[in-house]
């Protein structure tokens, strides 16, 4: 049970690390087993997200959910001093199917000025301040993201502070930018 105080660190209950055992045990004999389909089905999935397989097949088995959105930072758009997207970004991000697209916009850029440049993307708002406290950044992404069950959402980001975001806000996880839009 998870309460105050609580930094969402290991278990130290009795008996977890049978339980890890018997999980990737489970986990390691399932994979061999895995209908051809299905496996050409998350291919596909993968492809349309723009991610390679590896990556998407290792959120897919941490969170047992579907990527539905991906959360982008301006940095990671490389919008830093203009609000419309550069060619191979804009690219990119419109080959992607049957996943929001949303963005957290860094200052001074404004977030609504973003959105009506660049159709591409579905929603965006303001980025945490640097060395936000997590329960801000967490609001600030939640907030976001809306209804989304959040380890549905992956953050493709740029900096330090960004590959946290999906640990203050229990999302899926995190895809450095340099690794998204590098050419296939």
């Known amino acids: 049970m998870v309460g105050i105080g609580h930094n ?3 278990t130290m209950e009795r008996g977890a690390s049978w339980r890890r055992y018997a999980w990737r045990r489970a986990r390691s004999e399932l994979l061999p087993k895995l209908p051809l389909e299905v496996a050409r ?5 993968a492809r349309e997200l723009g991610i390679d397989y590896k990556a998407y097949a290792g959120i897919r088995a941490a969170t047992g ?4 959105a991906l959360l982008f930072s301006s940095n990671a ?13 804009e690219g990119k991000l419109a080959e992607v199917r049957q996943a929001d697209l949303l963005a957290l916009i860094h200052r001074p850029l404004d977030p609504d000025r973003v959105l009506q440049a660049n159709p591409v993307l579905a929603n965006a708002a303001q980025a945490p301040r640097a060395f936000a406290a997590w329960s801000e950044t967490r609001r600030t992404i939640l907030t976001l993201t809306g209804k989304l069950p959040p380890d549905s959402v992956v ?19 995190y895809l450095p930018a340099d690794a998204y839009f590098a050419p296939q």
């Open 8 to 10: 969402l660190g290991p």
């Open 41 to 45: 089905r998350r291919v596909r999935r």
């Open 65 to 68: 959910r579907d990527i539905i």
């Open 77 to 89: 758009l490389r919008l830093l001093a203009e609000e419309q997207l550069a060619k191979d970004r």
């Open 155 to 173: 953050v493709v980001g740029d900096t330090h502070d960004e590959r946290l975001w999906p640990d203050c806000a229990r999302l899926a996880g």
